[in-house]
């Protein structure tokens, strides 16, 4: 369980960092009163434990949270070269398919990559657009021997 402990963690960041309800006819930088929802969407390869544990950590510091049907991840994703998905295509997936005043965060066991730089095939633990409305994350690169006991305990 520790290494969803970090996912959690990842997420809170990734979701303070994303969680505004800025309307298009707004001042930029007005947010609105609307609660942002945040959505968790699980993949068909993630445990339900696993997604229920994340869920029962967030939901302590922020309320609006709902865990959607699960998915496959989007066959367009899948780099087979690597065995690896492209965390770019998820994001871009579930944002087409995030509704206004929601952010969505995908849930994946599988390991996840993006291009940084010279880098074409850059493994990752989670990317989110900023600011935006989806986002996904991986425990695939965690490790179960690193001691992450400090993590949301």
Known sequence: MSAIKVIALL????????????????????????PVIIDLQPFADIAEEQVNYVYSRLVKIYPNITI????LLPAAAYYEKRNR??????????RKQTPDGHVTMGLTSKDIRHTKG????????????????SGVVSYFRLSNKTDQSNFLS
């Open 68 to 71: 959607k049907k699960r998915l």
């Open 118 to 133: 010279n880098v074409s095939d850059y493994g990752l633990m989670g990317l989110a657009y900023q600011p935006g409305k």
């Open 11 to 34: 997420l809170i960041v990734i979701i303070i960092n994303s969680c505004s309800n800025k309307a298009a006819d707004n001042k930029p930088g007005e947010e609105t009163n609307s």
């Open 85 to 94: 998905y492209k965390a770019d295509t998820i994001i871009n997936h579930l």
